[in-house]
Antibody, heavy 118, light 109 residues
Framework: QVRLVQSGAEVMQPGASVRVSCVTSGYTFTDYYIHWVRRAPGQGLEYMGIFLPHNTYAKYVPKFQGRVTMGADSSVSTAYMDLRGLTSDDTAVYFC???????????WGQGSLVTVST | QTVVTQEPSLTVSPGGTVTLTCASSTGSVTSDFHPNWFQQKPGQPPISLIY???NKHSWTPARFSGSLLGGKAALTLSSVQPDDEADYYC?????????FGGGTKVTVL
């Protein structure tokens, strides 16, 4: 069955960088896009950007441009999201979700809590 | 920048029906926006319910339905059960980016 399994919780210092991984299985990795979404405490879901494994194209919403990199190691069907220059505002649960081209979102990762604190 | 608006909260009685809507600041939401709807409960990842406005996933309960209504995307919950109490989010394509609505907290009371 389709699975997206994310890396574990992280506690980071302000100014640091974090990588969240999304290990996928049960489908052909390059047939689907991977999106990254986060939910900060007390807030709603926030869209961050998209990564296309078949051609390694990535697009980020302006708020995160310059601070985020989305990529993948297709040999192990794993996507990742790097976020740099962390502040307390980046404390959130981060999710990966796959999309079949055309707006068909279906399976989500379980979420990865990133806490930014001194 | 596109803003997507949902009702912040709605309350429905068990067995009742409630409709959530999703509006875009750029104009009418059409099938070209590829509206998706998700349910999220505390401490859990979102669950995909509807894609392309009205299509259900194989796991979507029959009491959930999506539509395009009066220039908005809509999610209707029928025969509401206590387990339907959750946050619901729409997601639409703005052309350049995908954008979430602010979410609707549905209370079953």
């Amino acid at each position: 069955q389709v699975r997206l399994v994310q890396s574990g919780a992280e506690v980071m210092q302000p100014g640091a960088s974090v990588r969240v991984s999304c290990v996928t299985s049960g489908y052909t990795f390059t047939d689907y896009y991977i999106h990254w979404v986060r939910r900060a405490p007390g807030q709603g879901l926030e869209y961050m950007g998209i990564f296309l494994p078949h051609n390694t194209y990535a697009k980020y919403v302006p708020k995160f441009q310059g601070r985020v990199t989305m990529g993948a190691d297709s040999s192990v069907s794993t996507a990742y999201m790097d976020l740099r220059g962390l502040t307390s505002d980046d404390t959130a649960v981060y999710f990966c979700v796959r999309e079949k081209r055309g707006g068909y979102f279906d399976h989500w990762g379980q979420g990865s809590l990133v806490t930014v604190s001194t | 920048q596109t803003v997507v608006t949902q009702e912040p909260s709605l309350t429905v009685s068990p067995g009742g029906t409630v409709t959530l809507t999703c509006a875009s600041s750029t104009g009418s939401v059409t099938s070209d926006f590829h509206p998706n709807w998700f349910q999220q409960k505390p401490g859990q990842p979102p669950i995909s319910l509807i894609y392309d406005g009205s299509n259900k996933h194989s796991w979507t309960p029959a009491r959930f339905s999506g539509s395009l209504l009066g220039g908005k995307a809509a999610l209707t919950l029928s025969s509401v059960q206590p387990d339907d109490e959750a946050d619901y989010y729409c997601l639409v394509s703005s052309g350049n980016y995908w954008v979430f609505g602010g979410g609707t907290k549905v209370t079953v009371l």
